[in-house]
């Protein structure tokens, strides 16, 4: 399946979402038990969205920004590894649906979310990004004031961004759009997933726009990977793991990697 790079993380279920995640209630769990002397094997539910969690078209591993650290860790553990592929609104009931054991895509840790399931400590950072023309003297949120902004539909940036001051603000839907707008000078500046941008411009340069750096975000951003309540060992290891990860030069690889750096790197 071919990864998409949609700013999903912070829609609201929808409908049709809800009635997925409520079929999935049905199907048969995810097991992590090792067979007699064989590996544990964890599945881990995602959304094939890049630069988050994707499956390399080239190796079939498990690849992307939460991906690549998620196979780090079990590597280190001795766990196989499956995924469990769904749209990123179904991630946390499929999770308790039994049918992953771990989800990651890109999701924001927040206080609602926790309600429904334990978070990892903290992956990386992946605030917000701004985008404007490349020759833009542009520096700062605080600078497009009176300028015409862009988002794109259906993320939180298209709330926010109403309240910058702006003289209009344009909606696109997808992140292609997004960037043509600002490449045509349709807008002055847009915001999106800061990762997602990041990824696009190491992916496929683009002369024609720059991302704003330094920059002061207004969301945290601060990204996770959820497993159920009840998995409070499982939570236990991938929290070792990872904090032995983040001591390794290979943690600040896999983010300079998908355009992140030091700035996005766990506190």
Not at 81 to 86: P, Y
Not at 107 to 132: A, C, H, S, W
Not at 228 to 241: F, P
């Amino acid at each position: 399946m071919k990864p998409t790079t949609q700013a999903t993380r912070r829609t609201v279920l929808s409908a049709a979402a809800i009635a997925a995640a409520l079929a999935l209630s049905s199907c048969s769990g995810a097991s992590t038990a090792a067979p007699a002397g064989g590996k544990k094997t964890i599945t881990i539910g995602i959304g094939e969205e890049a630069p988050f969690a994707f499956t390399d078209p080239a190796t079939s591993k498990l690849a992307g920004l939460d991906g690549e650290m998620l196979r780090a860790v079990a590597e280190s553990k001795g766990w196989e590894i499956k995924t469990f592929v769904t749209d990123f609104a179904t991630l946390i009931p499929a999770l308790n649906a039994k049918k992953a054991d771990i989800i990651v895509d890109g999701m924001f840790i927040t206080d609602k979310r926790k309600e429904q399931v334990n978070f990892t400590d903290t992956l990386y950072m992946q605030p917000e990004g701004m985008i404007v023309p490349a020759g833009s003297t542009l520096a700062s949120k605080e600078d497009v004031k009176d300028k015409v902004i862009g988002a794109q539909t259906g993320t939180v940036y298209g709330e926010w961004v109403k309240t910058l001051g702006g003289s209009d603000v344009k909606f696109v839907d997808t992140q292609a759009a997004l960037i043509t707008a600002v490449e045509n000078g349709q807008v002055d500046a847009a915001f999106t997933d800061a990762a997602v941008i990041g990824y696009s411009l190491v992916q496929k340069p683009n002369s024609k726009i720059k991302l704003v750096t330094p920059y002061e975000p207004h969301f945290q951003g601060n990204i996770g990977a959820g497993v159920r309540k009840e998995d409070t060992q499982l939570l236990a290891d991938l929290n070792a793991g990872l904090s032995e990860l983040k001591k390794t030069p290979q943690y600040l690889e896999i983010l300079k990697k998908y355009g992140l750096g030091e700035a996005n790197a766990a506190k």
